[in-house]
């Protein structure tokens, strides 16, 4: 049986455990060279297939592919690249086939969230009828647990936990504050329709917090959210509040947008924060601090959940024992089979189930007064930060890794994005 080679790409927004699910698909295909001769990956993404810019990994040495599991960020570089329709650029499908064709490139595992599974999911059809057929596996990927089907994505976890614990620390701060001083911090947390980031932030109620959550899923009232500040602060002196980069008003209109557009076609969001600090500072006088995660909420791997470490790395290794077993244009999954003891195991779902659909926080898991978490909730997140998982530390600072990323050599002509 001839060996074929494998590409893997890491697409969108990065997690601070997505180098976990690369060193899974690498470590697991090393493991089977005498069905996937190497893995190929794309230099930034999707964009590094389309350009024919591949990344050799079998330059880098067994202990750097290991030390991505506690490295964050994308070690090969993402992109936020959204093939069209094959229909409206048919030509980019069949770039990527004629780039897998030349480089023996039979796997092709995709690492990122819902627009990277649609194209995944195009890929593996569009291979079939090119005459090449390629074998397409979506590993799942986004901060934002919103993937269906599975019950969490890799990288949510991680985010909860540092939310949770970044709002919970902050909050004991404005306390101590709070008689004299300080008595309102906002965070504002990524999460443009689905409000799972700002649900972890409702975990801190149970360490005696007043806390209020904005959620993209519940339409934002001024009057109730202000009414329901108020309540808070009487009762105890001060407020933690936590905003969804996505909370919106009744039209449909953005807290947080700026006007703009990302490379997706996204609405350009961030300024949900000080927006709703202004906003109590105008109607009840409230002192105030704000603070926008961002980047810090997905990059922070030194406090990443163990559970989360753990998921990501089998759903990069599941990739691959699922297309060494034939499957195509599926991808692997999360299964909870119980809650307390926690316990999960590896399950599949089908690309064409997955692609382009977005999981949003069930209302059963947000209060009736639309600021707050339910036990039910609670009940599906504590599993998900649990556990410690500290990378190597040098000089006070942990030790990550770079990778070499030697290029591999290019075969065909230039190509035009």
Not at 89 to 117: P, Q
């Amino acid at each position: 049986m001839t060996a074929n080679n494998a590409f893997y790409a890491q697409s969108g927004g990065v997690t601070a455990v997505i180098n976990a699910s690369a060193c899974g698909v690498i470590e697991t295909a090393r493991q089977h060279r005498d069905q996937i001769a190497n893995v190929y990956a794309g230099r930034n993404g999707i964009i590094g297939a389309l350009t024919e810019d591949l990344i050799d990994t079998s330059q880098e040495s067994a202990a750097d592919i290991a030390a991505l599991r506690y490295t964050p960020s994308g070690g090969f570089g993402s992109c936020r690249y959204k093939l069209k329709s094959l229909e409206a650029n048919k030509r980019e499908y069949e770039r990527l086939i004629e780039v897998f064709k030349a480089h023996d490139i039979r796997y092709f595992f995709y690492n990122g969230g819902g627009d990277s599974a649609d194209t995944c999911y195009k890929v593996s059809q569009l291979s079939e009828t090119l005459g090449y057929p390629v074998q397409a596996i979506h590993v799942p990927k986004t901060v934002d647990n919103d993937l269906p089907i599975t019950d969490n994505c890799p990288g949510f976890g991680s985010v909860a936990k540092y939310i949770a614990t970044s709002a919970l620390e902050a909050s004991f701060d404005v306390r101590s504050m709070s008689k004299t001083s300080t008595k309102i911090f906002v965070l504002e947390v990524m999460g443009r329709h689905a409000g799972w980031i700002a649900a972890a932030g409702g975990l801190i109620e149970d360490h005696n917090i007043p806390v209020l959550v904005l959620f993209p899923e519940i339409e934002f009232n001024p009057e109730q959210f202000i009414a329901a500040v108020k309540a808070k602060v009487a009762q105890h002196d001060f407020c933690t509040i936590i905003v969804s980069e996505g909370a919106h008003y009744p039209d449909g209109r953005f807290l947080a947008e700026q006007g703009t557009r990302d490379a997706f076609g996204h609405a350009q969001l961030g300024g949900a924060a000080p927006v709703v600090a202004n906003m109590i500072k105008e109607a009840l006088g409230y002192k105030f601090h704000w603070a926008v995660a961002d980047y810090l909420q997905r990059a922070a791997r030194h406090l990443a959940s163990k559970t989360d470490v753990d998921q990501a790395y089998a759903m990069g290794q599941a990739a691959v024992n699922l297309a060494l077993a034939g499957h195509n244009a599926v991808m692997p999954t999360v299964k909870r089979l119980s809650d307390s003891p926690y316990q999960w195991e590896v399950g599949e779902a089908p690309l064409s189930a997955v692609a382009n659909v977005e999981k949003f926080m069930p209302r059963e898991f947000i209060t009736p007064d639309g600021f707050g978490i339910t036990p039910i909730c609670k009940t599906y997140l504590l599993p998900l930060i649990q556990g410690e998982d500290y990378p190597p530390f040098a000089n006070g600072l942990p030790r990550y890794v770079t990778l070499k990323n030697a290029p591999v050599a290019k075969k065909l002509g230039e190509f035009a994005l």
